[in-house]
Nanobody
Framework: QVRLVESGGGLVQAGGSLRLSCAAS????????MGWYRQAPGKQRELVAR???????NYADSVKGRFTISRDNAKNTMYLQMNSLKPEDTAVYYC?????????WGQGTQVTVSS
C-alpha cells in the first residue's frame, strides 16, 4: 500500500509560480515512477510530468520549459515547480505512484490561474 498526499495548490495570477509537493508513505520501495497529472473541468486527466526511479524525467509539451519535476528521496517527497503559469494550467493536480501492482493516487490539489 502506498499513500500519497499533495499540497501547495492555490490561486495565482497568470505569470506567477507555485510549487506542488507530494509526500509518499507506505511501501515506497515498490514505486517505479512518480508523476503529476491534471484534470481540468470537462477534460480527461492528462500527464503533466513524470520522474522514474532512475531520475529520468519527461514532460507534456504544454509545460516544457515552464514546469520542473524533482524529488527528495530523504523526505520521500516529489515536487512540481510551476513557473510562468497560464490560465489554461487551471486544473486539479494529482500525484501518481506507479508500482508493479498498479497505480496509486493522491486526493488532488486545486490550481487556479487567473488572467
Amino acid at each position: 500500500q502506498v499513500r500519497l498526499v499533495e499540497s501547495g495548490g492555490g490561486l495565482v495570477q497568470a505569470g506567477g509560480s507555485l510549487r506542488l509537493s507530494c509526500a509518499a508513505s507506505g511501501l515506497i520501495f515498490s514505486i517505479n515512477a512518480m508523476g503529476w497529472y491534471r484534470q481540468a473541468p470537462g477534460k480527461q486527466r492528462e500527464l503533466v510530468a513524470r520522474i522514474t526511479r532512475g531520475g529520468s524525467t519527461n514532460y507534456a509539451d504544454s509545460v516544457k520549459g515552464r514546469f520542473t519535476i524533482s524529488r527528495d528521496n530523504a523526505k520521500n517527497t516529489m515536487y512540481l515547480q510551476m513557473n510562468s503559469l497560464k490560465p489554461e494550467d487551471t486544473a486539479v493536480y494529482y500525484c501518481n505512484g506507479l508500482t508493479s501492482r498498479g497505480d496509486y493516487w493522491g486526493q488532488g490539489t486545486q490550481v487556479t490561474v487567473s488572467s
